[in-house]
């Protein structure tokens, strides 16, 4: 069997600030890497110990080179650094029999969510796809839904988990810290954070071997509708230059499509397009 882990740093036990995840200069940021990879490391080992055989692990946050590869299990390959075609799903393709989201966060505009935000903290405002609220972790379902693979697995705080079980029914999700904030929480250890990890994927990779038929990959019925509100009118001036694009409120980019494959590339264009300027 063949495991997809997309790993994130906002939603890792012991984080709560934007400075523990920031990577420029700040001086929190490399314990966080240590706590990022201790909890990736800990999945790793409960899918091997429930017969996985082959783990690749993409890099998820910021510029994508926050996992210390040496701390891994020897025989699982990571995907580092940026910019990636498929961002935080990089390397996701029909061989892949389950995928999995460690450290993900809850999205932008939820209350009592460590670092809500929605792919970016400083130019999203909304994300909406089909009328819904998008997180990452929706967004990035779909897009392992795309290559048939279903999503099996969640850790972050309590409200990155109750997004994923609204979508995903049957997800073996593991609550790793209790937000009362933006910026506080109630963590696990990191001890006690990695042994739920690593029970709860083994537990998630065992039911999927068993039960098979009810982990069906996530999708989004078609047409499929983006809606991307960001932060300023400047921000969509500059996104509004995508072909294909509609600009149906002053801050907000709409783009259909039929394929979603498209429709996250249009995403990702609008993301650049509108993080360029402030």
Not at 117 to 140: F, K, P, Q
Not at 160 to 177: N, Q, T, Y
Not at 217 to 222: D, E, G, I, R, V
């Amino acid at each position: 069997m063949k495991l997809y882990i997309s790993a994130d740093m906002e939603g890792v036990a012991g984080i709560t600030a934007s400075e523990q995840t920031d990577p420029n200069g700040q001086p929190e940021y490399p314990q966080s890497c240590k706590l990022m990879t201790g909890e990736v490391a800990a999945a790793c080992q409960g899918a091997f110990a429930a017969g996985v055989s082959d783990i690749v692990v993409n890099d998820s946050h910021w510029n994508m080179r926050n996992i210390i590869h040496e701390e891994l299990p020897p025989q699982v390959r990571l995907i580092r650094g940026s910019l990636k075609p498929l961002s935080m799903n990089q390397g996701l393709d029909p061989s892949f029999q389950a995928a999995a989201f460690i450290g993900y966060h809850a999205p932008v505009g939820v209350a009592d969510a460590i670092l809500d935000h929605t792919y970016s903290g400083e130019s999203v405002y909304d994300v909406r796809i089909n009328g819904e609220l998008c997180s990452e972790a929706r967004i990035n379902a779909a897009m392992a839904g795309e290559f048939g693979v279903p999503v099996i697995f969640i850790s972050g705080d309590q409200n990155a988990c109750a997004d994923a079980k609204s979508f995903l029914p049957g997800i073996e999700a593991v609550e790793v810290k209790q937000a009362m904030g933006r910026y506080s929480a109630a963590s696990l250890s990191p001890q006690e954070a990695r042994a739920a990890i690593k029970n709860g994927i083994e537990r998630a990779v065992r039911g999927l071997q068993s039960e098979g038929a009810r982990a069906r990959p996530f999708s989004f019925k078609t047409p499929i509708r983006l809606e991307l509100t960001f932060s300023s009118t400047a921000r969509a001036d500059v996104a509004s230059l995508l072909p294909g694009s509609e600009r149906p409120q002053a801050r907000t980019i709409s783009f259909a499509h039929e394929d979603y494959t498209t429709v996250f590339k249009a995403f990702r264009a609008l993301l650049v397009l509108g993080g360029s300027i402030s």
